[in-house]
């Protein structure tokens, strides 16, 4: 069965950083996303990738802080967060696709697997 299992999450003062990882099993993807939705607020995206890392994006409010990459040897996708604000305190989610989705890729009902979440809480 195809699995996302994430961690990393935490609490952390702000302009700290947290490193997030999600492993991922079962069929080969082709394209990872990472969302959050903080309290009371939508699922939003902040970032995607296809598994060679030809295609990135960023939502505009952590371009610049956060950074995420795909290791395929370890089927594992990782979001690098840095500059932390309290803004940015939300559940993560990862997110997996079989297709390179294009245009698509902030649209959270292309994923067919996801991770079961993993808070971040920023204090400042």
């Known amino acids: 069965q195809a699995q996302l299992e994430e961690s990393g999450g935490g609490s952390v003062q702000a302009g700290g950083s947290l490193k997030l990882s999600c492993v991922a099993s079962g069929p080969v993807f082709e394209s990872y996303a990472w969302f959050r939705q903080g309290p009371r607020k939508e699922r939003e995206i902040v970032a995607a990738t296809d598994k060679s890392a030809v295609t990135i994006y960023y939502t505009e409010a952590v371009k610049g802080r956060f950074f995420i990459s795909v290791d395929s040897a370890k089927n594992t996708v990782y979001l690098q967060m840095n500059n932390l604000r309290p803004e940015d305190t939300a559940v993560y989610y990862c997110?997996?696709?079989?297709?390179?989705?294009?245009?698509?890729?902030?649209?959270?009902?292309?994923?067919?697997?996801w991770g079961q979440g993993t808070q971040v809480t920023v204090s400042s």
């Open positions: 997110a997996a696709s079989k297709y390179f989705l294009g245009s698509y890729y902030s649209i959270r009902e292309r994923y067919a697997y």
